[in-house]
């Protein structure tokens, strides 16, 4: 990696469901990182924690223009795989799961072809996570958001709708 | 960046590295040696970046590493990981563990000059006492005249500050022949 150079953070504090970062990508980089570390649910049921983007008007993309191929690497079970196409989100790619602190996560993402309004936008992600007392997990994914058009920032949300996170940090670079 | 991160840099590592937000922290190469690192600054950084260069190693074995809590006095034995190993002749693994000493980053590395590991990982959470720290590696190695890769995550499941890790061969954290590693902080400013 030649080098990164810091765009925004982001932390989370009160308890939410969402998380919108606006304005992140331009013209300025073709390839983003998104690094986002402990963050932990409000109360004690654990949830994925998936991701959607915003276009150039600000607004957050919930049509099913989501596809995705996640590895769910489980400690302590045999792995899987979730592939989806036309999904109103990226599942799990912040993470698998999280839970109440002490339990957390930590992650990757890197976005390719934000800012381009004639190509469809790429992610690669990677995360690492324990919740429900027992459970460590891993995961590796692939997605692409099908519709080509300008993509200008992301949402953070919580698979559930009623289980909200409260704590944690993402970061958000350019790819130099 | 910080001109303050940018000086330390240059204390700790003895080379101003400085890629924008990707402050190098230290660099270490090994010679027949454990790699611990105990300038981590997890105070500053919430994220941290480790590449791997050459590794090679005493004998047929993993390579991982194992984290500290009090400065590289003792080192802990606990860690969970969950990977997947792939073979270019098409053999795919699960490689895992709820409880194995190091935290596993890739294996089975062969002895040979040909057999270097490289890689890199990333970890979170170093610095927050109240929380557990995780990591997520890839690396690619010989095994024998097999090309091999593995990737994965990894998780430290005791909520403390850490503020030194060590890398080594094999779940015993035995010392390896030569290879180098560096030590980034991702900057959040």
């Known amino acids: 990696m030649a080098g990164l150079e810091f765009i925004h953070k982001e932390t989370i504090s009160g308890s939410t469901s969402t998380t919108n970062v606006t304005s992140c990508f331009t013209s300025d980089y073709d390839v983003y990182k998104i690094y986002s570390s402990g963050i932990s649910t409000a109360g004690t049921d654990y949830v994925d924690l998936n991701m959607r983007f915003i276009d150039s008007g600000g607004s957050v993309i919930s049509a099913g223009e989501y596809d995705y191929g996640n590895l769910n690497m489980l400690s302590w079970d045999s ?56 459970y460590m997990s891993g995961l590796k994914g692939i997605g692409v958001h099908k519709v080509a058009e300008t993509i200008t920032g992301f949402q953070l949300l919580e698979s559930n709708g009623s289980r909200p996170y409260s704590s944690g940090i993402i970061l958000v670079y350019g790819v130099k | 960046m910080s001109p303050l991160g940018a000086a330390r840099a240059v204390i700790t590592s003895g080379v101003a590295d400085v890629k924008g937000s990707l402050i190098l922290l230290q660099t270490q190469t090994a010679s027949s040696s454990l790699l611990d690192f105990e300038a981590l600054e ?111 995550s990894q998780a430290y499941t005791t909520a403390s500050t850490i503020n030194g890790i060590r890398f080594g061969e094999g779940v015993s954290m035995g010392a390896f022949t030569s290879g180098t590693i560096s030590c980034y902080g991702v900057s959040e400013e």
């Open chain 2, 42 to 152: 997890q105070s500053t950084y919430n994220v941290h970046f480790f590449t791997f260069t050459d590794i090679n190693v005493t004998t047929q074995t993993e390579f991982g590493y194992r984290l500290s809590d009090d400065g590289g006095t003792s080192y802990e034995t606990s860690y969970a990981f969950a990977n997947q190993r792939g073979y270019a002749s098409g053999t795919f693994a699960e490689r895992k563990s709820e409880d194995q000493a190091t935290a596993r980053l890739g294996g089975d590395i062969t002895t040979d000059s040909n057999s270097v590991f490289n890689g890199y990982m990333y970890l979170y959470n170093a610095g927050d006492s109240a929380k557990y720290t995780f990591s997520t590696s890839q690396c690619t190695f010989m095994q024998g005249t097999t090309y091999t890769m593995e990737f994965g």
């Open chain 1, 79 to 134: 792995f899987g795989e979730t592939d989806l196409t036309g999904q109103t989100s990226f599942l799990r790619a912040f993470s698998e799961s999280t839970d109440q602190a002490p339990e957390s996560q930590g992650g990757e993402i890197t976005v390719y072809n934000p800012n381009s309004s004639s190509k469809y936008t790429f992610i690669t992600y990677a995360n690492s996570q324990k919740y429900g007392g027992s």
